[in-house]
């Protein structure tokens, strides 16, 4: 069992950045890998960024490609993402996700835990 809590989230003016932290317990972080997703109002859960377990590799959605860096540290059980650029439409509840497995997905229905949740507000 994997317990994810995330934290950074805010509001900011487009053009600003964030960075977004998931912290989870368990002594196996290492051994899961990780993504980030957003749900805006209306809209359904979108895959952001997902890294696998031990950050060999990244990705990413298109949109947010070149602007968002996903990386993890495992000594501190922790992944973050950092927001850069940020527009209007970044605008979501942004949840980050573990799945025990080495490699990485984009699809949320392959991944097992998830945090609760962390609001990013995007203003022009």
């Known amino acids: 069992q994997v317990q994810l809590v995330e934290s950074g989230g805010g509001s900011v003016q487009a053009g600003g950045s964030l960075r977004l932290s998931c912290a989870a317990s368990?002594?196996?972080?290492?051994?899961?890998?990780m993504g980030w997703f957003r749900q805006a109002p209306g809209k359904e859960r979108e895959f952001v960024a997902a890294?696998?377990?031990?950050?060999?590799?990244?990705f990413y959605a298109d949109s947010v490609k070149g602007r968002f860096t996903i990386s993890r540290d495992n000594a501190k059980n922790t992944v973050y993402l950092q927001m850069n650029s940020l527009k209007p439409e970044d605008t979501a509840v942004y949840y980050c996700?573990?799945?025990?497995?080495?490699?990485?997905?984009?699809?949320?229905?392959?991944?097992?835990?998830w945090g609760q949740g962390t609001q990013v507000t995007v203003s022009s």
């Open positions: 890294i696998r377990w031990n950050g060999g590799r990244t």
């Open positions: 368990g002594r196996t972080f290492s051994s899961y890998a």
């Open positions: 996700a573990a799945r025990p497995t080495l490699w990485a997905s984009v699809k949320a229905e392959e991944y097992d835990y």
